[in-house]
């Protein structure tokens, strides 16, 4: 049983609590044991405006295969005894994730320094200011840096925990929780395609180009031919689209490519050379391919685990754009 404890500091963020407590709290998530702890057992204040109570202390800390750190603020470093707690967990081998602003207890146990880091895209450049030994990624989702992992803001925490599960179990336990959360087991892109950025000016967004593209993605299509109907030179398009979504053109159509591979998989008993070519990879080896690299299983392996019966014809409609 891999133990989980959830380490909460004072002025703790609640649905940074409630994310490893909902993802690896409930019995229906096998292999995972929940527990969260706090320096001074009793109530504990929250940034809500309302008390939370913790029973157990850091002693906690001693057995957990994993200890995550929830946001908290304001984003003022831990206690000494807190920040000993937690190097004392790394140094015995613990796995060590923090989510949102979490970051900021690693990066002041020196957890992070010389490491690779994220946090909410909102403090990421106060993160590196106070931290200049931290190298800041404010546009990815959450980075693993091998025994210390940490995530964006508030609901990047989920895919963290996703990332997590799916390490730990694989693909299919990882895809099973996602589903009970209700969420993508996996978001392409990163945190800027949900920064505020003023619209263009000179004409609308690329919707429109992204949902033909969705409906074209049986064929080859190269930037230049996304760009020609977007009405735009290669260059700018690719700019303005990783500004738009936050990922390259090739990057979002090779994941739409394969969120349709996996729905014509679960939905469909077609041969898997036509889901390869109705989705635009061409054959049935680069669906193996892509298959294995994004969802370390394969095509048959993949059907026989989310077959879904009973599904019409009208059911086989491609899905607009999403992202």
Do not use: K
Not at 8 to 31: H, K, N, Q, S
Not at 163 to 189: C, F, K, L, N, W
Not at 237 to 252: D, H, K, Q, S
Request: aromatic letters at 6%; charged letters at 20%; one cysteine or more.
């Amino acid at each position: 049983m891999h133990r989980v404890v959830a380490l909460v500091v004072p002025d703790v963020i609640i649905f940074d609590l409630a994310i490893p407590a909902e993802i690896f709290g409930r019995e229906v998530e096998p292999g995972y044991s929940f527990a969260v702890c706090t320096e001074h057992p009793g109530m504990v204040s929250s940034a809500s405006g309302f008390d939370v109570r913790i029973n157990q202390g850091l002693e906690l800390l001693e057995q957990a295969d994993t200890v995550i750190v929830p946001g908290f603020f304001p984003r003022d470093s831990p206690s000494p005894v807190v920040i000993d707690a937690l190097r004392d967990a790394s140094a015995r081998g613990a796995r060590v994730a923090s989510v949102c602003v979490g970051a900021f207890a690693l990066a002041a146990a020196g957890l992070l320094d010389g490491r690779s880091a994220t946090t909410h895209w909102e403090f990421a450049d106060e993160l590196a200011t106070r931290f200049p030994a931290v190298r800041v990624l404010p546009e990815v989702l959450y980075v693993d840096e091998g025994e210390v992992l940490t995530s964006a803001g508030i609901a990047a925490g989920i895919d963290l925990c996703l990332y997590m599960i799916r390490s730990d179990y694989g693909a299919v336990a990882a895809t099973e929780a996602s589903r009970r959360m209700v969420t993508p087991v996996h978001r392409p892109g990163g945190q800027l395609q949900f920064m505020e950025r003023p619209v263009p000016q000179d004409g609308p967004g690329l919707a429109a180009t992204r949902a033909w593209a969705i409906q074209e993605m049986h064929r080859p299509l190269t930037i230049a031919d996304l760009a020609r109907h977007a009405g735009y030179s290669s260059r700018t398009f690719a700019r303005r689209f990783v500004a738009e979504v936050g990922i390259t053109p090739l990057r979002w159509l090779t994941e739409e490519r394969l969120g349709e591979a996996r729905r014509l998989l679960e939905v469909t008993e077609m041969p898997i050379e036509e889901v390869a070519r109705r989705c635009g990879l061409g054959t049935a080896a680069n669906l193996r391919l892509h298959l294995a690299r994004h969802e370390a299983t394969t095509p048959t392996a993949y059907r026989r685990a989310f077959r879904i019966s009973g599904i019409s014809g009208n059911d086989l409609r491609r899905p607009v754009a999403t992202s």
